[in-house]
């Protein structure tokens, strides 16, 4: 690649970025090609300006070890045209889309999951605080019937339930906490498949990808 | 360096370079230390991200006939960088550790 002249070196690495949305490649060719520019505005000259920035592969490698996961595998699969691409993508599609079905099913399965569980806890504690009421009612109706101690009985039960119920309520409420957390949680593990955010909080946390 | 701990440091730098005043990407590669290793290839995918996440704003600029991309910080920008300071007594405080010059609860 020596002495590639700028047109040269872009183009190169236009379709070193085929397999990128069409956007996405141009946005990143023009930024390079801002690059390059800058570099012979600084007295460089177009030859020693393309040549530092290293081979369009090699450029094009680093854009794409950039990208998270699902679209830097649809990325690397290059075949040299996005046409290509798409091709394949719909002469495989009763693959893929079976598997993409599965999976996105799978995700939203863990999903319901952890709202299921969040929903039964409130419902475990609903259904013993009716005890008060039904127990009142109980009582009343047995002591009509000329069945006290049977009714007192059944208020006993009734209150114990309601006891009982506003303790799982606490319980519910922290619980709930807990399944927001983890559902939003969750919501973000599958969003970092397709989008790469930025390093909130300590730099030191663990990011996705390893490459640089 | 770690990679994961280089990516920090390029975030945080890259913000710096543009905290006093507005710049562009070639001004952005030339200020930031040369030992981060920032490439162009690697400084795009950094501005994206940092974009994406509100830390910076971009506009189009003309420039001798061409759009120059000028970036600006952003306050969510600013209150990173003092977040990415304040840590520093903490990994200070680790480095000495490390170093084995201090031990853990008394010294």
């Excluded at chain 1, 009734?158 to 519910?172: D, E, Y």
């Excluded at chain 2, 952003?74 to 990994?91: C, H, K, N, Y």
Aim: hydrophobic residues 45%.
């Amino acid at each position: 690649m020596s002495k590639m002249g700028k047109r040269e070196f872009l183009e190169a690495l236009r379709c070193e970025l085929a397999g990128l949305p069409a956007s996405e490649a141009d946005k990143s060719v023009a930024f390079i090609e801002e690059m390059i520019d800058d570099r012979i505005e600084d007295g460089s000259s177009e030859a020693e300006a393309v040549a530092a920035l290293g081979g369009p592969s090699e450029v094009a490698r680093s854009i794409v070890a950039e990208l998270p996961p699902i679209p830097k595998a649809i990325a690397k699969s290059k075949t040299g045209s996005a046409s290509v691409n798409w091709i394949l993508a719909v002469a495989l599609s009763p693959i893929w889309v079976t598997l993409a079905l599965v999976a996105a099913s799978a995700a939203f399965s863990v999903y319901v999951l952890i709202w299921a569980l969040a929903f039964s806890v409130w419902l475990v504690s609903g259904g013993l605080l009716l005890g008060a009421p039904l127990g009142l009612i109980m009582f009343v109706y047995c002591v009509a019937t000329g069945m006290p101690v049977v009714g007192v009985w059944q208020l006993g039960g009734g209150l114990l339930c309601f006891g009982l119920g506003v303790f799982c309520l606490f319980g519910a409420k922290r619980a709930s906490v807990w399944f927001i957390e983890a559902s939003r949680k969750y919501a973000a593990k599958i969003k970092s498949l397709f989008v790469k955010a930025p390093k909130s909080g300590r730099f030191d946390e663990k990011g996705a990808a390893h490459e640089g | 360096m770690d990679a994961q701990m280089k990516r920090g440091f390029l975030e945080a730098c890259v913000l710096a370079s543009i905290r006093t005043e507005d710049s562009y990407g070639y001004r952005i590669l030339r200020s930031v230390p040369d030992v981060l290793g920032l490439t162009e290839s690697t400084l795009y995918p950094l501005l994206k991200r940092l974009e994406a996440a509100g830390h910076l704003t971009v506009r189009s600029v003309e420039h001798n006939g061409r759009l120059r991309k000028y970036y600006r910080i952003t306050s969510e920008g600013r209150a990173r960088l003092d977040e990415f300071v304040d840590e520093w007594d903490d990994v200070q405080a680790i480095y000495r550790f490390i170093r084995g010059e201090e031990a853990r609860g008394d010294a």
